[in-house]
């Protein structure tokens, strides 16, 4: 309880800091907005021409797709900007701060900001979230709506684990941006492979993206299942809980095994 | 002359001073370019029968090229002037007895040679080993290479327009980011612009846009009648005077406005 009244006073002073220059902060969520607008754009284009990829039609992919983003969104609330900075971090000496703090580091990073700019991408997940549930076939029973709130729940954890652990690379490697960028950049990361089916991609990165960067069970698995498409191991489809264990404690260990490893940049 | 192309080496060693991360922007290229593989693969391929602007085939090579091209023709043009002028160092490029417009062109040049060294050549070599097929149309090159050289010039004006801008912007990167991706969508740099809804293409047409992708990747491509290809080449054309013109006329309009303090 007492995390969650320091988190509010950490966001008010975070935002207060921000408002200050409200017109770039307006200017921010209008770029993002953009942005993000136009992969929608983009991926109504590529399918204005076609209706179906892989046996699924254009609202199922939607649906998969946004699915994922939208805990992808929730998770870089909390884990994005601390773990994109680490490298900056500790680069300039400034992480032996964190150190010094009463908390923990990883709690003090993470809850002293509140990472807005994907505000712009939660909500229009949201919308086209909606958009592609009305054109769906899922029966929604009891047993359907706990399947997909536990894998939401999963999909928040495996994309908090992932960056987690781009952060802690930092402390070996001190240029960690480039990982960073190679996962989730916008245009090129490896992240954009899992908008779409995965079983367009080759063996190896179905592979690469269900046991080595486990993405596959932030959408695919558990949303194919639910659309009744068949998978070449259905079992994976309820693997998702497991996977986000298992690079939960990863992400955790490799975290706190740098920590005890880390000396100083010098300050 | 050779000022100038003093420049472009600066151009080139900059670029080619962090090595540590060409290595990274190389793979991403690939991770990016397997995937639209992976992507237009799968939709042709679910999709047999239809009626679809362009083939299969076209349409990866159209990816392949505009890959490559624009491994090599994007460049930071609309950064660096932003900066110059930002922090005021256009002062001091003014006062140099070089023609501002020429200095930034030369720089961008030699990136451009660079990018072209370090991803262009690296990426066709694993191209040509993994996807073995002949890219370009033989009879259709000389004029793709022409248009290529055209949209290069449409490339660089169009950014130099933007990058001026800070004349008149305090904060340039949300306008930046704004064109940067229409640009990205209506540039043809992503998906072809064969592809378009009507309504796209109807606004691409009053847009200089598709004149920088679309066009030298259409016509390096796809067979096309000599007609077509002029009218194109035409339209690529009409472009650079335009944004020429309106290069000049923001320049000159800028300049009186600029005012920089200290020294």
Redesign the interface.
Known sequence: MYLLKMYRHFVIIYMKGKLAYH??LV??L??NT??I??YF??FM??F????????WSRNEVLFMFTTSWLTYSLSCFFFWSPMKDMGQLIRSGKFDLYLTRPIGPMLYIVLQQFQYTFIPRLVLSVFFWLYSMRSITIEWTAYAVLFYAINMLSSFVIFSAITIFTGAVSFWAV?SE??T??LT?N????K??TD??IN???KG?GFLLTFIIPYAFTGYYPVASLLGKGLPHPGFAYLSPLIALISGTAAYLLWNYGLRHYNSAGA | MRKYADLAMIGIKEHTAYAGSLWANFLAKIVYLYMQYALWTGLFSSNTGKNIPLSQDETIRYIIVATLLSAFMECDVIAWINGQIQSGDVANQLIRPLDYKFMIFAKHIGTSVARFVIYTVPLGIVISIFYPVRLFCREQLLYGILSIILAYMIQFLYSVIIGLMAFWLIVTWPLNMLLAAIYKLLSGAWIPAAMFPEFLTVINLILPFRAIYAIPVTILTSPMSFASICENLLVQLIWVAVLFITSEAVWIVGKNKLIVQGG
Do not use: M, R
Not at chain 1, 187 to 190: F, R, S, V, W
């Open positions: 017109f770039s200017f921010e209008i770029a953009i942005q607008g136009v754009a983009g284009v590529i204005h021409n076609f209706d179906t990829i892989a046996g240029k480039e990982i960028s190679l950049n245009n090129h990361g490896l954009n492979y779409y089916p367009i991609y080759g990165i």
